[in-house]
């Protein structure tokens, strides 16, 4: 089982390009989550997806869109990147279960100039 | 409110000692309380998770202790190793199936 998997690894974007961000998971999960981590303050919320073609916003969604594709899938978006959005970006999953634990993808690093 | 708040930053301890990370949480709906820990180029993993139904938690050498009345949780870490070096962050959550983080501490283990 690979888990859940992110792609790219890394990306470099100057400001006012746009990308979207992967992320896959192979454990047949209804909730996906997209974070951010920042230095000092923890993993944010960015949008979750509670299960198949439901999206929701989360504790710092602006500039940022997602999309459910399936069950397996859920892209986040930046339209027009900017130098606030230098981050490293984690997408997890969870069984529609309450408090049933996160699993994290290994991240994507990205740095906009 | 949604914060949760953890201390230290840092903190490093040799190796056999005590680790104490400490967090406190203002939303008194909360019921769920993980620990995740981060190893450099990885995502989190949960570690330990504690419902306020329960003071305390035990797994091997790391041990949740739960204070519902002041809103706050701890992570010891007994017998600290070289290989418990890492991030860790505690988190809370409610029947909203989001969690909230706390900042995260960097556990240095010297030899």
């Known amino acids: 089982n690979a888990g859940v998997t992110q792609t790219p690894k890394f990306q470099v974007l100057k400001t006012g390009q746009s990308m979207t961000l992967q992320c896959a998971q192979d454990?047949?999960?209804?909730?996906m989550y997209w974070y951010r981590q920042d230095p000092g303050m923890g993993l944010r919320l960015i949008y979750y997806?509670?299960?198949?073609?439901?999206?929701d916003k989360g504790e710092v969604p602006n500039g940022y869109n997602v999309s459910r594709l399936n069950k397996r899938e859920f892209s986040l978006r930046l339209e027009s990147a900017a130098p606030s959005q230098t981050s490293v970006y984690f997408c997890?999953?969870?069984?529609?279960?309450?408090?049933?634990?996160?699993?994290f993808g290994n991240g994507t690093r990205l740095t906009v100039t | 409110q949604q914060q949760v708040k953890q201390s230290p930053q840092s903190l490093i301890v040799q190796k056999g000692g005590i680790s104490i990370i400490n967090c406190a949480y203002e939303?008194?709906?909360?019921?769920?309380f993980p620990w995740y820990q981060q190893f450099p180029g990885k995502g989190p993993a949960l570690l330990i998770a504690?419902?306020?139904?329960?003071s305390e938690k035990k797994e091997g050498r790391f041990t949740i202790s739960f204070n519902k009345s002041a809103k706050q949780f701890s992570l010891h870490i007994m017998d600290s190793q070289p290989g418990d070096s890492a991030t860790y962050f505690c988190?809370?959550?409610?029947?909203?199936?989001?969690?909230?983080f706390g900042s995260g501490t960097r556990l240095l283990v010297r030899p």
């Open positions: 997890a999953s969870t069984p529609l279960v309450l408090n049933s634990p996160l699993h």
């Open positions: 454990m047949n999960h209804n909730s």
């Open positions: 997806s509670a299960s198949e073609g439901t999206t």
């Open positions: 939303n008194t709906a909360f019921d769920y």
């Open positions: 504690i419902r306020p139904d329960v």
């Open positions: 988190a809370a959550g409610g029947s909203s199936y989001k969690l909230i």
